[in-house]
């Protein structure tokens, strides 16, 4: 049998590398580790599978990740020694995992929201909360469903929504926003907003910043309590009662669970006070939780991210995503609609009966 050529003995490390790093799929880079033992070699000691990742997913560049042994996967030369090895290799499959969980995140979204945490601002509260955009519907029996902002006369005035994710690590593959139409007013006039964006990260301080997540919305801006580390480009918003598909351009992870939507510019002005509103009714974050393959280990003094990988939950989290059956209907992550519940409870016991404490009962259906 004629013994195949291994181009890696014909080409310098550099030509050999530059062409390497023009694989664009994980699976490629997966099977080029194992050709052979050079191959692996090559593949592992100049990191390609990282490369690849923070090529893809740019936004994650300053994440740590810390593997299995609590080690963190840093190793600046390459090494002959067996335990820098290793760290090589750990890295390795790391990456590998972590590009595998966020390309495999498209199949079969889920939606992804545990709760509000606020608003910038809110008009009626509580009748016009940010707690309503959690369910698809624009009515109760007593009247509409909806958030709604504080009116402006600068329509160029912008306004944000904050959602909790349902872990504190989650790919996020698409946002969908539903404007609210005021049914009741002449003509039905939607009050959208002109463009949204998106952005997703953490809080500064879980310990400091002043939320108690148990005592949510907030009704006013929390800019400062948050460190955004993705930012999405800006999506043009149609003054049409629908809802409204905002697909990323790649899928994001979303590193402590937060995201804020940005609700740029002001369609619609309010006959009876001449000012500008903006009103939604639903909000749907479709991707998946990567918990518990992929945990949040902490913040650091320093303020740094540490991401902790647990290869024991990896294949079983995988396998959640493309085991389930498909559906048109994107149903809640499980848990999620119980968080849903529990703040619309606390809405209606705030509206109905007032100082009255709502008790969640967990032995409950």
């Known amino acids: 049998m004629k013994k195949g050529i291994n181009f890696l003995d014909c080409l310098d ?21 194992v050709v052979s033992q050079s191959w692996h070699h090559f593949v592992v000691a100049n990191r390609l599978s990282k490369q690849l990742c923070l090529r893809m997913f740019p936004h994650i560049a ?66 016009e909360s940010v707690v309503n955009t959690l369910f698809p519907i624009d009515r109760y029996m007593w009247g509409g469903s909806y958030w709604s902002s504080k009116g402006q006369s600068n329509p160029d005035v912008p306004e944000t929504l904050i959602y909790k994710l349902i872990a504190d690590v989650c790919v996020v593959t698409e946002i969908d926003i ?70 990323l351009p790649e ?19 309010e006959e009876i006070d001449g000012l500008f509103y903006i009103c939604v009714c639903y909000v749907r974050v479709l991707g998946r939780p990567l918990s518990p393959a992929f945990e949040l280990q902490g913040l650091k003094k320093s303020g740094d991210l540490q991401l902790k990988y647990n290869p024991e939950a990896f294949h079983s989290v995988l396998k959640s995503f493309s085991h389930e059956e498909e559906t048109d209907i994107v149903e809640p992550e499980e848990g999620a609609l119980r968080d849903h519940v529990r703040q619309l409870e606390n809405l209606l016991q705030i509206q109905i009966i007032p100082n009255h404490p709502f008790v969640w009962n967990d032995d409950e259906d």
């Open 178 to 247: 539903r404007p609210f139409e005021v049914y009741w007013e002449p003509g039905s006039p939607v009050y959208s907003a002109k463009s949204v964006r998106f952005r997703m990260g953490h809080l500064k301080s879980p310990r400091k910043n002043g939320i108690d997540f148990w005592h949510l919305p907030l009704q006013q801006s929390a800019e400062d309590k948050f460190i955004w580390s993705y930012t999405s480009p800006e999506f043009p918003m149609t003054q049409e009662n629908h809802l409204q598909e905002f697909k």
């Open 62 to 127: 300053d994440l740590q990740i810390v593997g299995p042994n609590n080690g963190t996967l840093s190793v600046d030369v390459e090494t002959s020694n067996p335990m820098e090895w290793k760290i090589l290799e750990r890295d390795h499959k790391v990456y590998a995992s972590l590009i595998q969980g966020l390309t495999k995140s498209k199949d079969n979204p889920k939606d992804c929201i545990a709760c509000v945490i606020g608003a910038s601002s809110t008009d009626r509260d509580p009748e």
């Open 13 to 33: 490390v550099d030509l050999t590398l530059s062409i390497l790093t023009l694989l664009d799929n994980p699976a490629d880079v997966v099977r080029a580790s």
């Open 251 to 269: 899928p994001v992870l979303c590193i402590g669970g937060c995201l804020q939507i940005e609700l740029l510019g002001r369609a619609q002005r």
